[in-house]
């Protein structure tokens, strides 16, 4: 079976020019994804300590890295592959020395081994799936492009550390590319936002990973099957008899 297209305005966010040319028009004012620190700040309390030191990926012009800074977690380092974007940054928050801004690609970071005790990211994984269209049969070039930032990430984390993803992707969906074991993390999440139908918000997802500490074995087999072929498509219907009587079978009963 053919996959379906995305469609075309999709790629445009797996672009360096098209965020360059959003942050040159919008500068540093903030844009929140997923909303602003107020909303998941209560679950995200409960993994950090005030001394850990911090990597945001994708920042943005997202004030999540000034809200940590201003409640007291001073070691906050923010990369992003747009210029623009860092420089805005840059600009906006120079009176904070606590803040750091790197231009850098999350699938090749720079930082030495073991260097972070948080990895953070606030919607920034979403991107990697932009152009698909079927969540239960993603793409082999998606899988890998989420492996390698993952390692990435997994790499750059102390032992004790933790890996926070904040996204809209239900479990079914994104723990697969979480659970695996060569990441050599453990994996919970909590659900946050409103999940009440009659305000017309909805629901998103914290998941957490802790380096060093072993995967449960139902995630451990969720990962397994992201690497397990799709089943092959179902075989057509028979074809109904050719007779006298073939008005039988367009009843609906």
């Known amino acids: 079976m053919e996959r379906r297209r995305a469609p075309a305005a999709n790629r445009r966010y797996r672009q360096r020019r098209f965020w360059d040319?959003?942050?040159?028009?919008?500068?540093?004012?903030?844009?929140?994804?997923?909303?602003?620190?107020?909303?998941?700040?209560?679950?995200?309390?409960?993994?950090?300590?005030?001394?850990?030191?911090?990597?945001?990926?994708?920042?943005?012009?997202?004030?999540?890295?000034?809200?940590?800074?201003?409640?007291?977690?001073?070691?906050?380092?923010?990369?992003?592959?747009?210029?623009?974007c860092i420089a805005a940054m840059r600009a906006r928050h120079a009176?904070?020395?606590?803040?750091?801004?790197?231009?850098?690609?999350?699938?090749?970071?720079?930082?030495?081994?073991?260097?972070?005790?948080?990895?953070?990211?606030?919607?920034?994984?979403d991107v990697l799936m932009v152009e698909e269209t079927d969540p239960w049969h993603v793409s082999p070039q998606a899988i890998a492009a989420m492996h390698r930032v993952l390692s990435e990430v997994s790499r750059v984390l102390r032992p004790g550390g933790c890996f926070i993803s904040i996204t809209f992707a239900q479990p079914h969906f994104r723990k697969p590319h979480y659970a695996q074991e060569v990441f050599g993390w453990s994996l919970r999440h909590v659900a946050c936002g409103d999940q009440d139908g009659d305000t017309g918000a909805f629901h998103y997802f914290l998941y957490i990973m802790r380096k060093g500490q072993p995967l449960d074995p139902l995630d451990l087999a969720m990962g397994r099957q992201l690497h397990q072929p799709p089943p092959p498509p179902a075989p057509p219907p028979p074809a109904p008899p050719d007779d006298d009587e073939d008005y039988l079978f367009a009843i609906q009963l």
Not at 26 to 42: D, H, K, Y
Not at 64 to 83: A, E, K, R
Not at 103 to 114: K, V
Request: charge should be negative.
């Open 21 to 84: 040319a959003l942050y040159r028009q919008e500068g540093a004012e903030p844009r929140e994804w997923l909303g602003g620190l107020s909303r998941f700040l209560p679950q995200l309390k409960a993994e950090l300590r005030p001394g850990d030191r911090i990597l945001v990926l994708g920042c943005g012009n997202s004030a999540l890295s000034h809200d940590l800074h201003q409640l007291g977690y001073t070691d906050v380092t923010s990369i992003d592959f747009s210029p623009a």
């Open 95 to 125: 009176r904070c020395p606590g803040l750091r801004w790197a231009i850098m690609d999350i699938r090749a970071l720079t930082f030495p081994d073991a260097t972070f005790d948080v990895v953070l990211e606030k919607g920034t994984l």
